[in-house]
């Protein structure tokens, strides 16, 4: 049997949850397992997403869950390249997760990688080459990967409302931000984009900065 080994492709958190999520499942009241949340009552989808569009500032309608991030984007790509207009085209970035290709191969989606470039000890997104390439092949989907996974580069709030004001509205711009947290503990640019982009999406995770992967928690925004 295999024991206390660290699966290092997995990027898994491997310390404790912090005291206060502890401390939380220890206080949980777990006779409410046994009920529906009442929430629905008032109109709201969840508690989480309640909980969700208070933190982040943003209307809980505008609040997307799943099983884990990769749950949001599996169920993105496979919407969107299964529509009624027959473009299966998914823009991904080169040297990135193989899920992003593997969720798109699974409805026969046409993936094309878009490049990133060295300067000096890290990599950079090619903007020039990639509006090229959105221009040409008029994605579907074009997924941006902010952080990057593995390469690390990523996009400031700045550098991403000047790309998707470059972004035909057909298009739709799929974000995964599983590491955004390592980088800025800045949301505010969600709401302003999302609002602004009405064909953005946004996916986060309680897996990566959280530390809670064994919870299958992914959110989004829209």
């Not at 991030?69 to 599996?74: A, M, P, R, S």
């Not at 035909?168 to 931000?177: A, F, G, N, R, Y």
């Not at 800045?186 to 959280?210: A, E, M």
Request: charged letters at 25%; proline letters at 5%.
């Amino acid at each position: 049997m295999e024991k206390n080994l660290n699966f290092l492709d997995r990027n898994e958190f491997n310390y404790s949850p912090s005291k206060e999520v502890v401390e939380a499942l220890k206080n949980f009241d777990i006779n409410k397992l046994c009920f529906y949340t009442r929430i629905y009552d008032e109109g709201k989808k969840s508690i989480l997403s309640v909980f969700l569009s208070e933190l982040y500032d943003i209307d809980e309608t505008q609040v997307l869950l799943g099983y884990g991030g990769e749950d949001i984007l599996k169920q993105a790509v496979h919407y969107f390249l299964t529509q009624e207009d027959g473009n299966k085209t998914m823009l991904i970035p080169k040297f990135s997760w193989w899920y992003y290709k593997s969720i798109a191969d699974e409805v026969n989606g046409h993936t094309l990688q878009y490049p990133l470039y060295e300067d000096g000890n890290t990599f950079k997104y090619d903007f020039e080459t990639l509006k090229d390439m959105i221009q040409k092949e008029n994605p579907k989907i074009l997924l941006l990967a902010s952080p990057n996974n593995p390469t690390g580069n990523g996009l400031t709030p700045k550098e991403l409302d000047e790309l998707l004001a470059e972004v035909p509205s057909q298009t739709v711009v799929l974000i995964d931000e599983a590491y955004a947290s390592f980088v800025s503990a800045d949301t505010s640019y969600i709401k302003k984009l999302v609002n602004k982009y009405p064909n953005l999406i946004i996916s986060r995770t309680l897996s990566k900065f959280y530390g809670l992967p064994g919870l299958r928690m992914g959110f989004g925004f829209m």
